[in-house]
């Protein structure tokens, strides 16, 4: 109550009344009915989520057991907040942990700076380049499959086929692995991420079953579920990491000359994550196995999703509003004419400007991670108000996508929004679907070529058209496909 009436006295909005220990907790309950239906209230969350700054404002305050929380919705705030800390909330990554152990993604402070240090020349711009051939590679796979399912007449789910592909890309370039869809390791390995995800996002809505003895007893089926998957998944790393490890030893034996970052990623042999890692130090020391296995599986917690999602809101957006589709393909088609043989390069994909603008103004609509938080241990003053230390500040974009004031005409699919005419006239802060400062995501770079590679072969080969159901997005750590993702396709006629 005390920390509660430190906000309101500085103008902060509050709601109303505080109930003992639950705090403001029944203000994340939307409805009577959707409480009963569980996948009826997560789809329902975004709209309730956005309902909560109507009532309240871009800026209120929220307690619920001992946990303070400010949301968050402004980049007066945004500014202070993702300039000045790099530390995360424990509850944002309490459900990852199991995961992905002390990986980049959950770790705060000293460690997440050593961390950092050393994963950034495993995101080198060089090595992204080189591997815009492994994206070209399996964005040709993906337009092979989905041949079955152009006949320009019935709508499919296009999310699993994009899901693998964005899963093989990330195992070809954290572990150089080459992954067959339909192979059994690779489609098991596939759904416990799945059984992962889908089963700590029912904890994320229903926090009373974050302690694990209450998930053990309350969900003993889910629990067994999510904890084969990581077992699965850490063998599965485990085993590759150890393989590389010995081939690297094998091979330095026969070495004369230690390479520098830049020759393990512009060299003639590309490398891969992996032996990024494999061949680096921290203080002198060589790495752990464990300390690698934990940013594999951060790489890959934090890689395939993110993508598939966002190409999957991408491919939605321009099969209903076609103007943009002619668009966004007689830009690729001036640089591909009918050749579509041609490899992709990134010299050709800096030359996409709309295209990346269609991929920033999907971004905006359908933000991946719809919010995340951040703590500072001190008390710090926005605005010329005290936040007292370690408040959790719950950054938004959810709702500040949607502020008139940052984007005119929210509701528009406007890509020119993001055009050199007009970017500057979006404030600093306000577009930041990557976060930004220096804990933004550090595979940005690697998600951008990703996408915008897959997004031409897609437009040179197909004419996406407006079936299905538009997407149901519900908001856990990221935006995900309630029910995948309905379109159909056609495949593009080019005139002689
Ligand atoms: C459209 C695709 C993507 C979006 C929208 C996205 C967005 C984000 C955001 C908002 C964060 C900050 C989250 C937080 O602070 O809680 C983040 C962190 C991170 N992302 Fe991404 N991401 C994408 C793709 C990727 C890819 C492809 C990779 C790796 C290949 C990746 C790896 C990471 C990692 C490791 C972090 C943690 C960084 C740190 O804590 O220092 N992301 N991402």
């Known amino acids: 109550r005390n920390v509660a009436r430190k906000f309101s006295s500085q103008g ?25 239906h ?12 956005k309902n909560l700054f109507e009532r309240f404002g871009n800026v209120f305050h929220v307690c619920g057991g ?61 090595l992204i380049e080189s591997f815009t051939k492994v994206f070209d590679e399996h964005s040709r796979t993906l337009t092979q499959r989905l041949q079955q399912h152009a006949d320009g007449k019935s709508s499919f789910d296009i999310f699993p086929i994009i899901s693998d592909m964005t899963l093989g890309i990330i195992f070809e370039t954290t572990m150089g692995f080459k992954t067959d869809p339909n192979d059994l390791d690779f489609r ?25 003895f209450v998930y053990y007893i309350l969900r003993y089926r889910n629990f067994k579920k999510s ?87 991408a491919l939605y957006l321009l099969s209903r ?69 370690g408040t959790t500040l719950l950054i938004c974009p959810i709702r500040s996508n949607e502020n008139p004031e940052y984007f005119p005409e929210p509701k528009r699919f406007n890509p020119e929004r993001f055009n050199d005419e007009n970017i500057n006239k979006i404030p600093e802060y306000a577009f930041a679907p990557f976060s930004a400062g220096p804990r933004g995501c550090i595979g940005s770079r690697f998600a951008m070529v990703e996408i915008k590679c897959t997004l031409v072969r897609i437009l040179l080969e197909y004419e996406i058209l407006p079936f299905g159901d538009p997407p149901k997005p519900f908001a856990y750590l990221s935006y995900q496909l309630q029910d995948g993702l309905h379109l159909g396709l056609k495949p593009r006629k080019y005139d002689p």
Request: with cysteine; aromatic share 10%; net charge neutral.
């Open 38 to 49: 569980y996948f009826q209230m997560i789809s329902e969350f975004p709209t309730h989520f």
């Open 188 to 212: 098991k390995y596939s759904s416990s991420i799945q059984d992962f995800i889908s089963n700590e996002s029912e904890r994320m809505v229903k926090p009373w079953l974050l302690p694990r």
């Open 66 to 126: 001992l946990t303070s929380l400010l949301m968050v919705a402004d980049v007066d705030y945004y500014k202070v907040i993702l300039r000045d800390t790099v530390n995360k909330p424990y509850l944002s990554t309490y459900v990852l942990k199991p995961a992905i152990g002390a990986g980049l993604a959950v770790v705060s402070g000293e460690e997440w700076r050593v961390r950092r240090k050393m994963l950034n020349p495993a995101f080198h711009i060089k």
């Open 227 to 313: 904890s084969a998957a990581v077992a699965y998944g850490c063998d599965f790393h485990t085993k590759i990491i150890r393989k590389k490890r010995q081939e690297l030893e094998e091979t330095k034996k026969n070495a004369t000359q230690t390479e520098d970052v830049d020759d393990k990623v512009s060299g003639t042999k590309r490398q891969n994550f992996l032996e990024i890692l494999l061949t680096s130090s921290i203080d002198g020391k060589p790495i752990s196995d464990d300390v690698i296995q934990d940013e594999i599986a951060t790489i890959v917690m934090t890689g395939s999703d993110t993508s598939a999602h966002t190409l999957c809101y």
């Open 321 to 389: 509003h076609p103007d943009i589709q002619q668009k966004a393909f007689l830009e690729i088609f001036s640089l591909y004419e009918t050749d579509r043989e041609r490899s992709i390069t990134m010299q050709d994909l800096s030359k996409l400007k709309y295209l990346e603008c269609v991929i920033k103004e999907t971004l905006r609509v359908y933000p991946i991670i719809p919010f995340y938080g951040r703590v500072f241990d001190e008390d710090i003053v926005v605005d010329g108000k005290i936040i007292p230390g």
């Open 12 to 36: 902060i909005a509050r709601p109303p009344l505080t109930l003992p220990i639950l705090g403001d907790s029944l203000l994340s309950k939307p409805n009577r009915y959707a409480y009963a």
